[in-house]
């Protein structure tokens, strides 16, 4: 069953430049969450954490809600504070199907 919000939300999406905004907000909060379930896994709060990794707990909140201009020594130090190490690798991102064209065009 479609709702109403998935109907509307499909239909935002087709904008490419607000499909663009979301897809980078989402990307984003990737990185958040994979600090927080880390940190939860190792049953550290945020206070815990940012004295591991020497550096505030408002920090720490800030990476995981919103992650924004992090730096990768920032993120180097919060791995190893969770017993782990940052991976970088770029990801080629799924390119919307082309819209099939009748034939008629130019001649």
Same mark, same amino acid.
Request: hydrophobic content about 40%.
């Given at each position: 069953m479609t709702t109403r919000w998935k109907r509307f939300y499909q239909k935002q999406m087709e904008?490419?430049?607000?499909? *663009?905004l979301v897809e980078s907000e989402l990307e984003n909060l990737q990185l *958040? @969450?994979?600090?927080?379930? &880390?940190?939860?896994a190792e049953? &550290? +709060?945020?206070t815990k954490l940012a004295a591991k990794a020497e550096m505030s707990a408002p920090k720490? +909140?800030?990476?995981?809600?919103?992650?924004?201009n992090l730096t990768i020594g920032t993120l180097i130090r @919060?791995?190893?504070? &969770? *017993? +782990?190490? @940052?991976?970088?690798?770029? @990801?080629?991102r799924k390119r919307p199907k082309a819209v099939a064209h009748s034939?008629? *065009?130019?001649r």
């Open positions: 904008d490419a430049k607000l499909r *663009g *958040g @969450v994979q600090i927080a379930k &880390l940190r939860a049953k &550290l +709060s945020q720490i +909140s800030a990476m995981e809600n919103e992650p924004r @919060v791995a190893h504070a &969770l *017993g +782990s190490r @940052v991976e970088i690798k770029f @990801v080629r034939g008629q *065009g130019k």
